[in-house]
C-alpha cells in the first residue's frame, strides 16, 4: 500500500550546494511564497510578493560566489537558501528565505549558521542583514542567533526631474575601456579611506558587465569626492523601469554628498526613471536630514540588524557611507 508523504516528514539535505542562474526560477517562486506568507502573518492579508527580475538574482548569486548557498529537500526541490556577500571586510546577508511548509523544522537557524560561518571564514569583520521592522518574529529569531538591533534604514525617493541639475553625469559604464579599472581603484581608495577594508569594486564590475545601471563619479579636479553605485533595471519581473535605486554611496565629505544629488537625478531622467531612491542607514542623520530638506519622501523601513561579534562601524565624522543590504 502507498504511503503519503509530506512536506513535514521529507528530508532536506544537511549541507547547502551552490546556487547557479538555472536555479532562478524555483528560487523566485519560494522567495515568493516565502514573503507573501510572512506578510500574511503580519497581518496583511492578500499581498502576494512577486517574483524579482532574473538579471538581479544574476548579480546578487554571481557577486556572492560560494556564499549562494541553497539546500535540496531528497526530491530535489529547492527547500531553502541564503546568499551571503563578501564587500572587503562587510558581510551581509540576503534575500534568505525557507518554504512555508518546511518552517518551524530549524531549518532558518541552519541557514542563518551557514551564512555567518561562511562570512566568519571570508574574513568579514561586519556581518549583519536587513529585516522587517514590524516582525517581531523575525527580530527575536535572528536575536536569538546572535544579532543586535541597530538603526533603521530609511528608503527616501526624490523626484528626479526636480533633482536633476544641467551638468551630464559622469559614469563608469561609459568611460574608455583603459581607464575603467583606474576609476574601479580610485573608488575602492575612497570607500577604504572612510571605512577601512570594505571594497565594492566587485560589485561596480558585475553592474556593468549586467547592464543594470551605472556607478556615476564626481570629482574636484582630478580627485574623486564622491560616487553611487546605481541600479535602472526593474526589481521586479516584468516591470517598467520606476525608480533608480543607490546600493552604494560614498563621499569624502557631506557637501560633496549634496553636490553628488544633482547628477544623481539626471542619470536618473536620462535611464528613463521618475525618481531616485536611496536607503539610508538611521545613524547617517546628516545625510537623511539633506535629502529631506530637499523634499525627500519616507518610502519604506528595514531594520538593520548585525552579530554582536561583528558590528557594523558608525558613519564618519565627515562624509557619507552608504551601502544597501539588500538586493
Known amino acids: ?9 521529507e528530508t532536506v539535505a544537511e549541507h547547502p550546494e551552490r546556487i547557479t542562474a538555472g536555479d532562478i526560477p524555483a528560487l523566485n517562486t519560494v522567495f515568493s511564497d516565502a514573503f507573501s506568507e510572512r506578510y500574511r502573518k503580519d497581518g496583511m492579508v492578500g499581498v502576494r510578493v512577486p517574483h524579482l527580475n532574473p538579471l538581479i538574482w544574476r548579480y546578487a548569486i554571481e557577486g556572492a560566489g560560494n556564499g549562494a548557498m541553497l539546500w535540496r529537500t531528497e526530491r530535489g526541490a529547492i527547500a531553502a537558501f541564503n546568499i551571503a556577500h563578501r564587500s572587503g571586510r562587510e558581510g551581509w546577508m540576503g534575500p534568505l ?3 512555508p511548509e518546511l518552517q518551524t523544522r530549524g531549518l532558518g537557524r541552519t541557514i542563518v549558521q551557514a551564512g555567518c560561518d561562511h562570512l566568519r571564514g571570508e574574513g568579514c569583520a561586519t556581518i549583519g542583514l536587513e529585516t522587517m521592522p514590524r516582525t517581531m518574529d523575525n527580530i527575536g529569531f535572528y536575536s536569538r542567533q546572535g544579532f543586535l538591533p541597530g538603526p533603521l ?5 526624490l523626484d528626479a526631474a526636480a533633482t536633476a541639475g544641467e551638468a551630464a553625469p559622469v559614469l563608469l559604464g561609459r568611460l574608455p575601456a583603459g581607464e575603467r579599472d583606474d576609476a574601479v581603484a580610485e573608488c575602492a581608495a575612497l570607500v ?9 569594486s566587485r560589485e561596480m564590475r558585475l553592474t556593468d558587465a549586467l547592464t543594470l545601471g551605472d556607478t556615476v563619479l564626481l570629482h574636484r579636479g582630478s580627485t574623486l569626492v564622491a560616487f553611487a553605485l546605481c541600479h535602472s533595471a526593474p526589481l ?6 520606476e525608480e533608480l535605486r543607490i546600493l552604494k554611496l560614498a563621499a569624502r565629505s557631506d557637501a560633496d554628498a549634496e553636490a553628488l544629488l544633482p547628477l544623481l ?4 531622467r536620462r535611464a528613463g526613471t521618475r525618481r531616485v531612491a536611496i536607503r539610508v542607514q538611521g545613524d547617517a542623520t546628516r545625510c537623511y ?36 543590504w539588500e538586493i
Not at 577604504?192 to 565594492?200: E, H, I, S, T, Y
Not at 537625478?265 to 536618473?268: P, R
Not at 561583528?310 to 544597501?324: M, T
Open 1 to 9: 500500500m502507498a504511503t503519503l508523504r509530506t512536506w513535514r516528514t
Open 97 to 99: 528565505a525557507v518554504l
Open 153 to 157: 534604514t530609511v528608503t527616501l525617493t
Open 192 to 200: 577604504a579611506a572612510l571605512r577601512p577594508g570594505w571594497d565594492w
Open 236 to 241: 521586479v519581473e516584468g516591470r517598467p523601469r
Open 265 to 268: 537625478g539626471e542619470y536618473a
Open 289 to 324: 536630514g539633506a535629502l529631506v530638506a530637499r523634499g525627500a519622501r519616507v518610502r519604506w523601513t528595514d531594520l538593520r540588524m548585525a552579530l554582536a561579534s561583528h558590528p557594523e562601524p558608525a558613519q564618519p565624522a565627515d562624509g557619507v557611507l552608504l551601502s544597501n
